[in-house]
């Protein structure tokens, strides 16, 4: 399995909260991307990085924040949590051949 | 318009049918296509990669038809294992996108 991280695993927040997701991995990829899973909706991509420092939104980026200060790791940030970013939250790793999952993280925000 | 689309089934089969997940994508640009699979509560996990000439691991048989936009995924003899959500992706640029996925279920 891919070396990737994912913490918390598991997180439940109150609305107005800001709330911060980290993504780790050891495979020394460049592409790192953050995914929300949701009923009815499949995976969606929310923002993705190419490199250090380096990042581009997705389909649903509204709400959302990203950094990556360094190759290894690559952080979400809710800057101010409402219910409908109940989700679960996958970190991929990888490029043009395929991708790789993190565990996942389950944020509830109530 | 979504640019992937799957049979979100459910498809409950028998232990040693044969079953088949077909998915059509929007985007003819498209450059790459997947077969993932994802069991409850975990993360997707790479099955196969497809290609347009067809491919095949084990019990599994991927194919591509370009012209029409489709992909499939047959799976033979199938197992108790294999009961899961199988996820449909298409690659375009440095983005994929995937499908809802089709739920299996196979009986005893």
């Known amino acids: 399995d891919a070396g990737i991280t994912q913490s918390p695993r598991h997180k439940v927040t109150e609305t107005g909260t800001p709330v911060t997701l980290r993504c780790h991995q050891t495979e020394n990829h460049r592409y790192m991307y953050w995914y929300r899973q949701d009923p009815g909706h499949g995976l969606r991509l929310i923002h993705y990085s190419y490199g250090v420092k380096d990042t581009d939104k997705g389909e649903v980026s509204d709400g959302y924040s990203v950094s990556r200060s360094k190759t290894e790791d690559f952080l979400l940030t809710l800057e101010s949590a409402t219910s409908s970013q109940t989700s679960v939250y996958f970190c991929?790793?990888?490029?043009?051949?395929?991708?790789?999952f993190g565990p996942g993280t389950r944020l509830t925000v109530l | 318009r979504k640019e992937v689309e799957q049979d979100p089934g459910p498809f409950n089969v028998p232990e040693g049918a044969t079953v088949a997940f077909n998915c059509t994508y929007s985007?003819?640009?498209?450059?790459?296509f997947f077969w993932y699979r994802q069991d409850c509560r975990k993360e997707p996990k790479l099955l196969m990669s497809v290609y347009s000439s067809g491919n095949e691991d084990g019990r599994f048989t991927a194919q591509l038809n370009r012209a029409s936009q489709y992909i499939s995924l047959l799976i033979r003899d199938s197992k108790l294992s294999d009961s899961a959500t199988y996820l449909c992706v298409v690659m375009q640029g440095n983005q994929f996108y995937f499908g809802t996925g089709t739920s299996l279920t196979v009986i005893p």
């Open positions: 991929a790793i990888g490029g043009t051949d395929t991708q790789y």
């Open positions: 985007n003819s640009a498209s450059q790459s």
